[in-house]
């Protein structure tokens, strides 16, 4: 079955250390996403990229980094200038006007 | 002022009963979504509409462009629905495929 793979579930890290995401897709989508929840609040987007090679900042990318070397792969580093990194992360993909899949999320606390 | 306002924030309901979750929008849409996040946190997309009313099992979605407003109806509730329903919509002269969520709805549903 097609899907999108989130790893690890759960991550710790102490503050002050970079720590990535993965993301891994077999859906053979071309637009890839990542979105933080916290608590209370709606989704907000970090990053999406729409081809491989390129992408772009969403609403809060500050202390966020990603690349896009494949088609099916799209990490997040969560940087030490993220000032809040502890969240619920989310990856999704989509492919032209169709609803979004989403993987099952990465769950960060940074102490 | 969120673009995306849901309401209720939390619902408790018996089984058996008809529940009705809705959300308001404010900005001019091409596509409303209705999606489901399981205790787990990974998020299944239910509907995406923009017009009308869809079906799909107990679920049925509407929506009216003219109000900015849509609802997800669950008929004949189960234990098994309770989870958070998150609407989202992408917005019209969004880039890509922005969505702008809503901060969701806790459905507990009690046998």
């Known amino acids: 079955d097609g899907g999108i793979t989130q790893s690890p579930k759960y991550l710790f890290r102490k503050e002050g250390q970079n720590v990535t995401l993965s993301c891994e897709q077999n859906l053979n989508h071309d637009a890839m996403y990542w979105y933080r929840q916290d608590p209370g609040q709606g989704l907000r987007l970090i990053y999406y990229s729409q081809i491989v090679n390129d992408f772009q900042k969403g609403d809060i990318a500050e202390g966020y980094s990603v690349s896009r070397e494949k088609k099916e792969s799209f990490p997040l580093t969560v940087t030490s200038a993220q000032k809040n990194p502890t969240a619920f992360y989310l990856c999704?993909?989509?492919?032209?006007?169709?609803?979004?899949?989403f993987g099952n999320g990465t769950r960060l606390t940074v102490t | 002022k969120n673009e995306v306002e849901q309401s209720p924030q939390n619902l408790t309901a018996q089984e058996g009963e008809f529940i009705t979750i809705n959300c308001s929008y404010s900005?001019?849409?091409?596509?409303l979504h209705w999606l489901q996040q399981h205790p787990g946190g990974g998020i299944v997309s239910l509907f995406m509409l923009s017009s009308g009313k869809k079906k799909h099992g107990r679920l049925i979605a509407t929506i009216n462009i003219q109000e900015k407003h849509s609802s997800l109806h669950i008929t004949a509730s189960h234990p098994r629905d309770s989870a958070v329903y998150i609407c989202?919509?992408?917005?019209?002269?969004?880039?890509?495929?922005?969505?702008?969520f809503g901060s969701g709805t806790q459905l507990t549903v009690l046998p």
């Open positions: 900005v001019g849409i091409s596509a």
């Open positions: 999704a993909s989509s492919q032209d006007i169709s609803p979004l899949h």
């Open positions: 989202a919509v992408t917005i019209s002269s969004g880039s890509a495929r922005q969505l702008t």
